[in-house]
């Protein structure tokens, strides 16, 4: 069975560091895109970032741009969201997603909601002093 489990979150002030994780289990990372997503209380779930299949290529959010780093290591199939120089605004659940991908479409990620088909839990993070 398919599992995405995401770790990491917590309280953090403004200007903190956080590392989110997202452990895959009943299947491996190796063919999947993989994105990152979060919404806050009252707002709508929005894309954070995503990388590709293979790796190479990433995408972010203008809000998170420069700040947050996403990264994968297929053999702990495992993909991390380094995020830095943390703001109240970052304030929400994080999820991880996943959407299969063909190996012609390797290089290419989309942090679209409606492109990925498979969540996790979330985990919550909160960016307070």
């Known amino acids: 069975q398919l599992q995405l489990v995401e770790s990491g979150g917590g309280l953090v002030q403004p200007g903190g560091s956080l590392r989110l994780s997202c452990a895959a289990s009943?299947?491996?990372?190796?063919?999947?895109?993989i994105g990152w997503f979060r919404q806050a209380p009252g707002k709508e779930r929005e894309g954070v970032s995503c990388?590709?299949?293979?790796?190479?290529?990433?995408n972010y959010a203008d809000s998170v741009k420069g700040r947050f780093t996403i990264s994968r290591d297929n053999a702990k199939n495992t993909v991390y969201l380094q995020m830095n120089n943390l703001k109240p605004e970052d304030t929400a659940v994080y999820y991880c997603?996943?959407?299969?991908?063909?190996?012609?479409?390797?290089?290419?990620?989309?942090?679209?909601?409606?492109?990925?088909?498979?969540w996790g839990q979330g985990t919550q993070v909160t960016v307070s002093s």
């Open positions: 997603a996943v959407k299969p991908v063909s190996a012609l479409l390797r290089n290419l990620c989309y942090i679209g909601r409606e492109y990925f088909g498979s």
């Open positions: 009943g299947f491996t990372l190796d063919n999947y895109a």
């Open positions: 990388i590709s299949r293979s790796g190479s290529n990433t």
